[in-house]
């Protein structure tokens, strides 16, 4: 009788965290996919064009529009921006369900929703911009 190898084990996938940092045991923090994805658009979000010198045409200028005057058309004009940089930059790894975004005072506030192709986990995201910092938050 013929034994068939067993089929090969599937390790889970590990890439450096974002921000970089250094884990307790003092080596280069790790996260796991569906976390990387999120740190991916994360700083597709918070990147300006122009920012990064071997890629200037990488961002969204998502920041840029902070200070800009609240109006109907500024969230018109960010949702297109940051859906149009998502598809282009991340259209590989996501599929957007739903993009919001929403402008008060001087904050920006954009609702994703979206699947990771790889692993097929559907996601929802709210990512803060304003002037004192951006932040990031899940939603179940």
Do not use: K
Not at 88 to 97: H, P, Q
């Amino acid at each position: 009788m013929i034994s068939l190898p067993s089929p090969p084990t599937t390790v889970p996938r590990l890439d450096i965290a974002f921000p970089f940092q250094v884990d307790r045991r003092g080596r280069t923090a790790e996260s796991g996919y569906d976390d990387h994805v999120r740190e991916m658009i994360e700083q597709l979000l918070f990147t300006s064009p122009g920012e990064r010198v071997m890629r200037p045409d990488y961002g969204c200028g998502l920041l840029d529009l902070v200070f800009s005057p609240n109006s109907p058309e500024l969230a018109s004009a960010l949702t297109l921006s940051v859906q149009a940089a998502l598809q282009r930059w991340l259209g590989d790894v996501i599929e957007i369900f739903s993009l919001t975004v929403t402008s008060s005072d001087s904050t920006v506030e954009v609702d994703l929703s979206y699947l990771i192709r790889p692993t097929g986990t559907v996601a929802t995201e709210v990512f803060v911009a304003s002037p004192t910092g951006s932040s990031t938050g899940s939603t179940p």
